[in-house]
């Protein structure tokens, strides 16, 4: 038994380092601005996903709330956590390890990635000509966070499964 890190040196270094990228495009994500929003060209309003959460849990709206807060902000940093933790500690198929990186597959497929451009979308084309809606560098980073961090999970869940005598 040992780490993924051990079997794939240099692919362990780079991922790393991308894992790590991708934590601080997540915190930049969330707490930078997403979008402004003007009305009607008297009113504006920036949104970050930190204040979003906020104004969901102020005003009550648990449903809402309980689902971006989870999905937006809990499950990206597990996942993250997750996958440093499988990439640097001893592996071995059927551990507990092994399964964790199946349940960040199978959670990865609900990344809010996919929602929060649909809400974008639906936002600009409802609103059309009574408001403009801006987008802004956090919606970019909290969106590249998001694939960098599918995409090495993707890359991870690879290595896991090479046979051991095969390294790099």
């Avoid at 601005?33 to 309003?45: D, Q």
């Avoid at 092994?98 to 639906?122: P, R």
């Avoid at 919606?139 to 590249?144: I, M, R």
Wanted: aromatic content about 10%; hydrophobic content about 60%.
């Amino acid at each position: 038994m040992t780490s993924l890190i051990r079997k794939h040196p240099k692919q362990g270094i780079i991922i790393n380092l991308l894992l790590m990228l991708a934590l601080a495009l997540l915190v930049i994500g969330v707490s930078a601005p997403l979008l402004t929003l003007e009305k009607m060209y008297f009113f504006e309003n920036t949104v970050t996903l930190l204040s979003t959460v906020k104004g969901l849990f102020l005003q009550k709206d648990w449903f809402l709330f309980i689902v971006i807060a989870v999905f937006s902000l809990c499950i990206p940093v597990i996942k993250i956590a997750g996958l440093v933790l499988i990439l640097n500690l001893e592996y071995a198929k059927n551990s507990f390890l092994d399964k964790t990186l199946h349940v960040i597959e199978i959670v990865g497929k609900w990344s809010m990635l996919d929602v929060f451009v649909v809400a974008l979308l639906l936002v600009s084309v409802k609103l059309g000509v009574l408001a403009k809606v801006e987008i802004h560098y956090g919606l970019y980073a909290f969106a590249t966070s998001v694939l960098i961090t599918m995409s090495l999970s993707l890359w991870i869940f690879t290595l896991s499964k090479k046979p051991q005598d095969i390294a790099n």
